[in-house]
Structures are given as C-alpha cells and as structure tokens.
C-alpha cells in the first residue's frame, strides 16, 4: 500500500470514528441510577461495614487507627468477608496491588480456587490477605540487594480502600499493599509515605495539643491531585514508534495555529472526549475516586480530571489508579491517553498539581485562614512553617518531582520553573511582612471585584489570586505543589513534602514547650514562632512571575537553588546535608535512599537513551526516506526539464535544501549514535552527558527533522503528524 493510502485510511478511519455509549449503571427497571446509589460499589469498607458484627468492627476501627495491631484471628473474619463479597459480585482471583520503585504499579493474581481433600473450593486465607511474596529480583532495588536476596514481601495496608478491578471476561480483587525486602527495607513508593503519614500524625496532634485543641487526637496529610493528560487516536498512535516507546513525539513539525489562540482552554468538550470522560467516571465513582472537575487544557488534545481530596496515602492510590482507569477507558474509545509531561514539542505540556493540607479528626483544616487571617495564629504558624520547610528543603522538593519527562516541562513557559520557591497572594504576605516590621496589620476592606456586567452576581476577591506561574502555591486553604509531573507517582513528592513540613514542625513543637513552660501565653508564642519561621524563610516567598528571566536572576541573588535538570537535582539530593532529614525522621533508611537515589538516575538514563534510540532509528526510517524519495523526485524532473531546454531553478534550490537539512540530519545522527555506545565511567557522568551533550543535539535533530517534514510533499511522509495527533479526532 502506498503510503499516502495508509495515512490517507487512517485519517478517514479516525474521522469517522463515533461516540462510543457507556453502560450506565441501571436499577432492575431500566432506569438510570444516581451516582450516590453506585458509588464505591466496587470497594470493600472495613469502616462502618454492616457485615461486621459491633464488637469485631470496634477493633477494626482501633487498628485502622493504630491503637491495636492486627491479629491472624481478625485477620480471618475479614478475610471471609472479604472474599464472600467479591465472588459475590463474581471475582475469581484476588491480587496483591503494590507500587515498586519503577513508577507505576504491580499486581500478581491468584486464583481463589483452592481444594479441600478433592473437593474444590475458594479460599482466602487471613496470610494470603495479610502478606504475599512475590519475586522481587525483577523489580529494581538500586543496588540494596543481591540477586539471591531475591525474596519481596507485599503486606496488606489497611488504611487505603480493597477494590475489585473489572476486566472484559472476569473481575480481580486487589488488596493495597507495601512491598519491603526479607530485611524491612521499603521497595516501594507507599511504605515511606506511611511512615510519613505516621509521623505527621504524631507530631501535627502534638502541635494541636500544645497550643490548646485537645480534642485533637489524629492529624492527617490530605490531598487531592489534578491529573492533566493528552488524547491521541490510537490509529495515529500505532503509527508512531516514538509515542508508544517514549510517549513523546521526537519527531514533528508544530502546526501554524497550536495554543495561540487559547481558543480550547475550558472550551467546549468534543463529543467523543466527552464519552471517554463520563465513562471513565462511572468506572472511577464504582471505584469509590471521587471525581469532581473536568476540563479542557491550554493545548488541544489535552484535557484534566481532578478527584474531591482525601487522605494523602488513599489519594496517592487513587491517582494511580485514575490514571490505570484513564488509560483503559481510552482504549476502550479507540484513544491513547498520554500521561508524557511533553508529548509534543513547543505546546503546552502536563503536570499534576498536588494540593496539601493537614486536617485533624475534630475537622480543622490547619490551613483554612477563615475570615481573619490576621488573627488566626495558628494558620498563620503552620503557614510560615511551610515557607522555612520549603526553603530549608529545596533540593529535596526538586529532586523529588525530577524525572526525564518533567526536566522538559519545568522551566518552559508554561510551567513552573525549577527554582522552588513559594507563592503565598498579597493579603497572606501582607500579614506576614508585618510580623518582620513588627508593625500592625489593618485589613483593607476586601475589594469587590467589579465584572462590569450587571448581571452577574458581585464576588469578594480571594485572599489568593491565581498564579499559575509559582512552583509552590498557597491557593486558599491548601498549598499546591504544581511542579509535579502528570506521569509522577504522587507518593514520592509527597513523601518529601510531608518530611520536610516534619522536619520544621518538631522544631517547632519544641519551640512551643519551651515558650508555654516560662509561662508564655499561647498566642503570645504562637506569634514568636510566626516571627522566627518568617524571618528565616521570606526569601522563598515571591508573588511575582515565576516565568520571568528577571526571577532567575533576583532568586539567584536571594540564595535560592536553582537546578535545572533532574541530574543536577538528584547529585544535590545525594549530598548527605540534603537528605539526612529523611533518615533521621526515619521516612526512609540510609540503604533505601542510596536505592532510591540509584533506581532514580538509572531510571533516568535508561529513559533517555530508549529516546534518543529510537529518534535516530525514526529519522533513518522515516525522516531521511521521506527525503530522498523527494530528492529522486526532484531530481528526474530537473532532468526532464533540461532535456526540454526549460528552466529548473526552482527545483534545484529545492533540491539543495533538502541535500543541506539530509546532510546535516545525517551527521548528527550518526554522532548521536557513537554518543549513546559510548563506555561511561558512572551513572552520573552519563546522566550528565546525556543531558548537556546529547540531548541539545537530540533537540536539533528534531528541528532538522521538522524543517524537512515542512519542505517534503505531505505524499511522502509515512507517519502521522502533529496536525493529524492533535487535530483530527
Ligand atoms: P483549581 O483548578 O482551582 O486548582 P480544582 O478544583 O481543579 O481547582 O482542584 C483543586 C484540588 O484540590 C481538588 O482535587 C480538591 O479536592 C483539592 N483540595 C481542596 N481542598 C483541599 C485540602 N484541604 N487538602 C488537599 N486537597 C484539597
Ligand atoms: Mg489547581
């Protein structure tokens, strides 16, 4: 077949392509149910589950809130439950869903089939509940074990939610789990956001008490994630060797009208998107996600979903499992979902603002600055907090949301830039500012904003405006972390939030006792404390444009870091100053950062390298032959012509256009080529090489490859472009 015929199909197959109708949920008459009669139907509750006698649940709440340990006897009761529910709604297997190192998340299914004499049965045993062991030798451990260690344990966690995950011919339900070597040590994401979420908890209630709630008795990290993502055709896709390998494009040629116009930015969503998006839902709410907002995004093709928050460890799990379900469900529309932070050159990439706050069982949110702020003292603290933690910790904040894919979209103008600082609006640094002149505040009356149109309704101005510019942002009664990639494992960044908020607020915690036992009244002490933290901190605080060039060079005179690529951040991460915070707040052991640390920038290399190979394979496959098929093209005619006396200047000026872009594209290419075989002494030198030697000519190879895509007849171009990926649908 022809290649225009191949493209040509593709384009009229996806073109046609209807709106594929979901199965909404329906009672026994056929009619539509609401959302709140099916929501988390597909969710076992170990709270306030009526299956459970009163006194088996009281101690399941007691372990759930770690007042007692789990036994193998309650283990068992829960265990037949659990199981009675799930072949109920017709699971044939149950899995252990774990998040090794890798990013993403793993899962290794067993049927419940067991055999009691020769009688089949389904069992589900309370061990097989509470610990499995799978193979571990293939996950990476970064060096923390010998392959003959090649023992993993996966150990149920009770705090984040049982689901039955459906598939086409049968359903499996998965039991969220840690995963920890034969020696304790975490191979996961979740077992150090635990111990997190523990330490908050202690020490957050601990601050609570001091300054006099003592009705607080548990404290957690909450969060909820906005999730950005891009819709291809899966046709195109298919087509596309750089997106299914890489997930952006490394080849492509931007079309005239991209994002200029922020004509798709909350404009109407395309019908087909718009059944991809509502039956996804249904799939997230049976799942108990509760899904809240959906919108386009600045680019086109690209959109974003965003849940209600929740406890930081069950949103972590949520949003992998959004993600799974995104993924899935697109299929399902004939779409590929792409999580990339950059799928296409020059348009606007995806992150994946994670919003933060601690809140505390009597229902405080230690972030809420109610209506004076000026006065709230307890805010106020916890607010200046999170400057000295943001500022102390800033290389832990980098390194944390650094990654191969985000190192494209951080510092581009769309994105926050990799200098973290803090964005916390006028009023709230106003209040703060004070506390350094010693001055009093007096509130403004809080302006109205006019919309000039009568008929809609006055609003009161926030106390935050909107800053999209800020890597760190105060947005009301939360901070968004909005540095964080779309692709991220969310655990991981808020692992290192959490531990660097810990690290101030024990400090703090002692600063406190000390004030109240002289005899200092608490608001008098509370003041001191925002006093001492603000004073320390202001510099990381700035309203301003992130975006700016100016920015780079003020946050530089300020002293603040300013580490452009993951490389250069997880180098700084390693630095023992950098990280022993973590070690000490016993989130993560000294073996599992160096793993950490290790699986990080090899992840990091090996990533790059699978980029940079398979753009040199494209541009050979693809790129050059399309070329040279207009060069031969180009050529004949120029020889026709001269035999007809005629004149063949266009065509030789074209022809020596295409021989220049063809002669440079190919000499790249090949040292590219002779970089990447190249013997490297360590995993930083490479990581370092790949980033300031190759990947600037990885970039130019991608120009070059664009300016021939741009002079070659669309007839002789094989593969979908960025027109058909983004605009046909
Ligand atoms: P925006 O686009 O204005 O940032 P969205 O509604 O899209 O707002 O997303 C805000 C996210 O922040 C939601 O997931 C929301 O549930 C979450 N959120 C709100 N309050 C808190 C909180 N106290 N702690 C953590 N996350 C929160
Ligand atoms: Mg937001």
Redesign the pocket.
Known sequence: MSIQITRGTTKSQVFGRKSISEDFPTNSQGKHLKVSQFFAQNVFKLKNNRDFDSETQERINKVLIGQETLDKNLAKIIADKVMNWAIDKGATHFCHWFQPLTGSTAEKHDAFLSFQGDRPIEKLSASQLMQGEPDASSFPNGGSRSTFEARGYTCWDLTSPIFIKDGTNGKTLCIPTAFISYHGDALDVKTPLLRSMSAINEHATRFLNLIGHKESNNVI??????QEYFLVDKSFYLQREDLVMTGRTLVGSLTAKNQQLSDHYFGTIPERVLAFMQDCEIELYKLGI?A??R?NEVAPGQF?I?????D?NT?SDQNQLLMATLKSIAEKHDFICLFHEKPFADINGSGK?L?????DNTGI?L??PGSTPHENYRFLTMVSIVCEAVKRHAVSLRAAIGSHSNDHRLGGHEAPPSIISVFLGETIKNILDKFLSGEDYTPNEQEMIDTGAGQLAQFLKDNTD?NRTSPFAF????F?FRAVGSTANVGYPLTVLNAAVLDVLKETNTLIDEKINSGMNVTETLKEVIAHWYKSSHQVVFNGDGYSSEWVTEASQRGLSNLRTTVDALVEFNKKENHEHLIKLGIYREREFESLYNVNLEKFNTCREIEFRTQSKMVDRFVKAAAFRFKSELASLMIQLKNLNQDSGVEEQSLVSISNLLTKISSLNSDLDSLINKDYSSEEEKGSSFTTKLLPMSEEILGLAGEIEDIVPDIHWSIPSYFDLLFVR
């Open positions: 990290a909450t969060c909820g994630c906005e509760p809240k907002t919108h974003e965003a849940p209600i928050f929740s930081a949103a603002h919003n933060w706050s601690l809140s949110n972030l809420e909107r947005t009301g009664n939360k968004e």
